[in-house]
């Protein structure tokens, strides 16, 4: 093996990754850095690639690309967690694994490597995708196999001269994307207490939110989300202008604890203003439109949907065969939802099928 | 047929049957008239029903065996409808169902008679458990064999001298029990327009409600909810208790429109404070408690518990073995949830397992 | 109204019903008889029905568009009873509802009629479709509103000089399409003792079966069946010829009793040699080459398939959203399953991807 | 360490383990040897375990605890492979993993071993079970750990002077126990050609069974089966009968290819005679019996069971509340089937309901 092509998202974890892959295999290390909307500045983390020993740093704009193929077809077919939870983290997974797979082939190998370490199914998540999309192609996980404790990590990257990153949020361990944030802390699983300050960063404590509540008109056109109050936008624009409205009045935080297959339950945090508010609209207005008989299936399809995504399945003919399942409902999904954001609650107060006629003047000027 | 068991609310509708009964059958009415917590003043009931021509008129209190026997198990089954959203009036229907049956026995007769009218679940939901509890008998629905308009019933009460209740709530349909209400518009089911003034009753406006949360401690022992914030009360006190702590923060509203098998979605209003607090705890806990993979296939058996209840079918096997089904799960439910209510939300902000132990004076005392 | 398109079979049932029909309607009957494959003379059938007094006899052969667009996608669906029988008779009424349909809007009319009376699924599955498909319709079941008996209906035939058709098969009611054949006896359901002689018609009895296993290999191209032992024919002759020679060894019979919702459980008897042998095949070829993922939810697919043909929801969007899933699993089966047909039993006894290489010969002659 | 119970069948893969674990682990060997009514002489087995080094070698009959503990609830479930295959292999892994661990505690350790080398699901289905009984035990499968071919095996175990077991079966892998035999064929999977002779060992060639059916009536009370034929015998020798007869009519063989997550199919062997019969006919009874709506969940209660032995969660709250509901079932399940039994294919021909009346005589002897 003679290069690695390596998910790099400028962590210590990945930063000591260049370097130990670099060791390890004695192959020369390609990081790629994705964009999936997390709002890190991309170009700093393309020098400390670089800077840690990298012969190559790509930074991709994966947004757009991220929101249509991935994030749209997870919404429509209403995959969500049975806790009702959106999931974001696991969505992002299959297009790092593409790109990945896309850069290797440029970058002529067919080994990549990643900064999960065995935990949860962030692995599964990513490798099975790999796998899918490049058959035989090897996939390294250096923090599965090292055998390093964050401060001999630290100690590591010091004696290589490897930059070590500004300090990192405290003791959460966090994954950030445009459809929203999973938060891990790193100190015991006290389900009691109320999480610490800080960990929620993209929606606004209920006791700080404003005393108005505020109303969002969501326009669906065959499933896709068009139009938020009057004002038509592309989908990843209803994304951001849904997130921060609806995160400045305290929706989207999730606080779960959820029961391992043996052990402890785990509690896991999320927010995902845009996800619960699109998902909460997305069904009401199916709810309105789609026959009682095809809803029921729908939910099965759903369930299972969101399961295919847990499991690492998204390039897979399962994938295929829901998607034209859900397709054909999408059809009739064309509607509005009107939602009351107020203090940390998203309820839906109205909601009418079809399009709403353009004004008479906007109609004259065409 | 010379006795007929009426089941007797004390509405027009209800009145007019009495006459209308014992003219068309040529037979003696019974009425009977059952308290599930709807709040009204029964004896006046009773004396409206012999004011219009019952021979007796049975008053039961049946709201402790309704709370224990129905709403208990259906809370531990997770038994909601697909929308989330509580099963109230549907659960009063077995009950009703075997009390008419119970007291057709007394009376000697097996022809028993009730108001509804030929529309939704509601017929099923009280006629097939009485064909279940007796077979052969015979049920009536006069509303469904008449053709009396609304002013042709007050006009058929007032030849006949029958007193004309209280004027009812305007155009809306509501049936009420300790679980929950639900009520229906008669004028047509906009879906975009809010609610009437008026309409919900045990819920406050969010709007309106104070500004300050208020937290609930809400303590399960396998499964029954034993003690509300520190306080160890009976179900049927924890009952009354969150509807009203709940119902004051505008929690507990739900406003549906759900598609028909064909034709137009029908708007749908229910309030039942209690109900969506007690089961977002219940479910809490068990996410807690219950193992992964148990947890999967009881989600199923929800599912399944509520569609048994939506077809009538509370005394059949399938619930018999459904509850047994539950019941090993509710061994496990043991812990308590920490909910806080604001402004029309309730979020999950704190779960624990076990009972906490008693403070250490009381147990000196002991 | 003055015209009614009447579903004619060419039975005592229905030529009764043409005559009852017009005098107790007032109206001109219109008779329409379909060919799905029951093999009968459907020109003596239109005869009898023009002496039974309709003003006009449609015969439409509806066998290929009912092998192609309803058979084929059922098979491809998997959708057949839980206790694995396959579903002839209910597939057949929606293509009569639908032709009924076509011929009540030639006809200039909007009021169908059908012979069935008002047991099991046979009504729903034939009139939901009707509606569907000419909502505001009218459909009359004369066989639910008169009250003659047998004995009474040929005594109304007689005095009106309807032609009695000839001797019906005894205490038998038989419904039959190229998919198969439905036996309902109409003299009690003993559920122990052998089905009386004469009760099967198109597959042998399996100890009067040939001694020497027959082997059949079964081709399909993307879920459509092609070849019978390496001989390429269309669908619909794939149909006959399994039928033939899997009826000569006896495979297809189904003896089931299968409880009610209420009540006793029913005796059915089915013989559909060519589905039994279809489905076995197609499944295993599933079995082979779809990844388990997906045949997992496909299995829920198949079930719900089956209900929604049972519930008359032909003609709904959840069959359009079903099929689109389908079509995709379809795409990847291509391939042969071999089966041996022995004495009343058929199985797999080889798969294999892919269709095979056209021997050399016939490639040099291209 | 210094001990390790080591579950031994006596194969040459066992007997190099117990040198192996000895050697490398430094560890004394414990083996215990289970009949599951494999069939296998086990006293000569024992004697090869202290042959190969074992400190004592203890050999338990488990037949019946297996019979009805393990067997028969996974009969009353209707757990079945998605094909429709029994469970044999599956279901004895829990039962070998609770005596591993109950000797492991006489013996003071809490280390136990097993044969299984890394392939399907055969570790899970032991290794689960032995986690969930003993917390914090350790498993040790030193087929995954050493790396030797079977020439090596056969080398190693010759330089030890450990007695090499009589030749096994050529290239079959196969499992055995009272429920059914699985054989896995180590020489590719062609799915298309018949197996090879010898394949099969306890049902009969359908091309060389008797000419005659046979019939046999079995009779099941609270679903427990209870007589063959008339004759009143134990639920073991329910089995054994039963496989005797069904298998000498060549009835059940299974011959299935099944996809993989991912990879090509591959092809599985089964021959089990009597689980094939007994499910048979207790699922026509139960359709008999058991009303629809309660049928219908416990069909998914069926596949839920099936993947819950899958996955190895026998000792889990899931299998303890599905069971809690097919106990409920089960009370229904009392009557008589009647199969018939020819060449390979088991039909059923009749059924009845509740126990047949004692014949005079024997009444007359009470």
Same mark, same amino acid.
């Given at each position: 093996?003679?290069?690695?092509?390596?998910?790099?998202?400028?962590?210590?974890?990945?930063?000591?990754?260049? @370097?130990?892959?670099?060791?390890?295999?004695?192959?020369?290390? %390609?990081?790629?850095?994705?964009?999936?909307?997390?709002?890190?500045?991309?170009?700093?983390?393309?020098? =400390?690639? /670089?800077?840690? &020993?990298?012969?190559?740093?790509?930074?991709?704009? *994966?947004?757009?690309?991220?929101?249509?193929?991935? %994030? !749209?077809?997870?919404?429509?077919?209403?995959?969500?967690?049975?806790?009702?939870?959106?999931?974001?983290?696991?969505?992002?997974?299959?297009?790092?694994?593409?790109? /990945? *797979?896309?850069? @290797?082939?440029?970058?002529?190998?067919?080994? *990549?490597?990643?900064?999960?370490?065995?935990?949860?199914?962030?692995?599964?998540?990513?490798?099975?995708?790999?796998? +899918? !999309?490049?058959?035989?192609?090897?996939?390294?996980?250096?923090?599965?196999?090292?055998?390093?404790?964050?401060?001999?990590?630290?100690?590591?990257?010091?004696?290589?001269?490897?930059?070590?990153?500004?300090?990192?949020?405290?003791?959460?361990?966090?994954?950030?994307?445009?459809?929203?944030?999973?938060?891990?802390?790193?100190?015991?699983? #006290?389900?009691?207490?109320?999480?610490?300050?800080?960990?929620? +960063?993209?929606?606004?404590?209920?006791?700080?939110?404003?005393?108005?509540?505020?109303?969002?008109? !969501?326009?669906?056109?065959?499933?896709?989300?068009?139009?938020?109050?009057?004002?038509?936008?592309?989908?990843?624009?209803?994304?951001?202008?849904?997130?921060?409205? +609806? &995160?400045?009045? &305290?929706?989207? =935080?999730?606080?779960?604890?959820?029961?391992?297959?043996?052990?402890?339950?785990?509690?896991?945090?999320?927010?995902?203003?845009?996800?619960?508010?699109?998902?909460?609209?997305?069904?009401?207005?199916?709810?309105?439109?789609?026959?009682?008989?095809?809803?029921?299936?729908?939910?099965?399809?759903?369930?299972?949907?969101?399961?295919?995504?847990?499991? &690492?399945?998204?390039?897979?003919?399962?994938?295929?065969?829901? #998607?034209?399942?859900?397709?054909?409902?999408?059809?009739?999904?064309?509607?509005? *939802?009107?939602?009351?954001?107020?203090?940390?609650?998203?309820?839906? %107060?109205?909601?009418?099928?079809? /399009?709403?006629?353009?004004?008479?003047?906007?109609?004259?000027?065409?």
């Amino acid at each position: 093996m003679d290069r690695i092509v390596l998910a790099y998202s400028g962590g210590l974890n990945a930063s000591v990754a260049v @370097a130990w892959l670099a060791q390890h295999y004695g192959a020369e290390i %390609v990081c790629v850095t994705m964009d999936l909307g997390q709002g890190t500045d991309l170009e700093s983390v393309r020098e =400390r690639a /670089l800077a840690a &020993g990298a012969i190559r740093a790509h930074v991709l704009d *994966v947004r757009e690309e991220f929101a249509r193929q991935h %994030v !749209l077809p997870a919404l429509q077919a209403g995959a969500v967690f049975a806790n009702g939870g959106p999931l974001a983290t696991a969505l992002g997974r299959p297009i790092i694994a593409r790109k /990945l *797979v896309e850069i @290797a082939r440029i970058e002529g190998t067919s080994t *990549v490597a990643h900064g999960c370490s065995d935990q949860g199914h962030d692995r599964t998540c990513l490798e099975t995708p790999v796998h +899918a !999309l490049m058959p035989g192609g090897r996939v390294i996980a250096p923090a599965c196999e090292w055998d390093l404790t964050r401060p001999q990590q630290i100690e590591y990257a010091r004696q290589r001269g490897i930059p070590l990153p500004a300090a990192e949020r405290g003791s959460f361990d966090v994954d950030t994307n445009l459809w929203g944030r999973s938060i891990t802390r790193g100190d015991g699983d #006290d389900a009691w207490t109320d999480p610490p300050a800080g960990l929620f +960063a993209i929606t606004r404590d209920p006791d700080r939110c404003p005393d108005e509540p505020a109303f969002l008109d !969501l326009q669906f056109e065959q499933g896709i989300p068009s139009a938020v109050s009057g004002v038509t936008m592309p989908f990843m624009d209803v994304i951001a202008s849904v997130s921060t409205i +609806a &995160g400045a009045h &305290g929706v989207g =935080r999730v606080d779960a604890s959820v029961s391992g297959p043996a052990g402890p339950a785990v509690r896991e945090f999320h927010e995902a203003p845009a996800a619960v508010v699109l998902h909460l609209a997305h069904g009401e207005l199916e709810s309105l439109l789609i026959p009682h008989a095809l809803l029921r299936v729908k939910r099965g399809i759903s369930t299972e949907y969101a399961g295919m995504i847990d499991q &690492g399945l998204w390039y897979s003919p399962v994938r295929e065969a829901m #998607d034209a399942f859900v397709a054909t409902v999408q059809a009739r999904v064309t509607g509005t *939802v009107r939602i009351r954001l107020h203090k940390g609650s998203a309820h839906v %107060v109205g909601r009418k099928p079809g /399009l709403d006629e353009p004004p008479a003047e906007s109609r004259k000027a065409d």
